[in-house]
């Protein structure tokens, strides 16, 4: 697989549990809650927000309306699939709102300058994000030769060996925790909780600022 493991698929991690809290606190208090899931990959988190009775809007730039489809009578919910890239979506149609964004291991798979484009663009659509993503404490780092560039040239494969070990044969940009400190600051966004998880995976809730 270009971009790795689809692990919402097979496991629901704590971000993603953060996420089905908050709706289900809110559907709770009956509100209706919409959420958009950019990279949903085969939608694990996606169905679990439907689950609960959130309106889900599921966007990757893969095609996987079929196989989310196949699982709608299992779990008895439906989705809106939209297959896009983030950046043509965000640049094009998007004048929907979201109560919630999540970006859960998509946002290092596009260049800085374009998470930057994204990240600000979000802002037009939601006021709440959720994001994981892939940092240069992780074992994939060490199979990274762009590690030591700057932000804005910090873009490539990994090596052979890392493409096999990890199906991520797609380019990428890894982030240390500072410098994804300083691209939610200077794309509008202010950071809500953030951990650093036992892999090196950085993970985050942010609210809109006022800039
Ligand atoms: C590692 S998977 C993550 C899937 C799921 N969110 C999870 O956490 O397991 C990354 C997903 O991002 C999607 N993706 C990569 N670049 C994208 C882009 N520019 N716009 C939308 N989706 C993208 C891939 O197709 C893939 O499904």
């Not at 089905?20 to 990279?39: N, P």
């Amino acid at each position: 697989m270009q971009y790795g493991v689809d692990v919402a698929s097979t496991r629901l991690d704590d971000l993603d549990k953060r996420v089905l809290t908050s709706v289900r606190e809110r559907i709770a208090r009956g509100e209706a809650v919409t959420v958009l899931d950019v990279g949903c990959g085969q939608g694990g988190l996606s169905l679990a927000l439907a689950a609960l009775g959130a309106q889900v809007t599921a966007l990757d730039i893969i095609n996987y309306e079929e196989s989310l489809q196949a699982q709608f009578p299992k779990t008895d919910t439906t989705i809106n699939f939209i297959q896009a890239d983030i950046r043509d979506w965000l640049a094009t149609s998007s004048n929907e709102d979201f109560d919630i964004v999540v970006l859960q291991r998509v946002l290092h798979y596009l260049p800085h300058e374009d998470a930057c484009s994204v990240l600000r663009k979000l802002r037009s659509v939601t006021d709440v994000v959720h994001l994981a993503i892939t940092g240069t404490s992780t074992v994939i780092a060490s199979y990274y030769e762009n590690l030591a560039q700057p932000l804005p040239l910090r873009w490539g494969k990994l090596d052979p060996v890392g493409q096999e070990l990890f199906s991520i044969t797609a380019p990428l940009c890894l982030y240390a925790e500072e410098d994804v400190r300083t691209l939610l600051a200077e794309t509008g966004w202010r950071i809500d909780w953030l951990r650093v998880s036992d892999f090196g995976n950085i993970k985050l809730g942010a609210t809109a600022t006022n800039v």
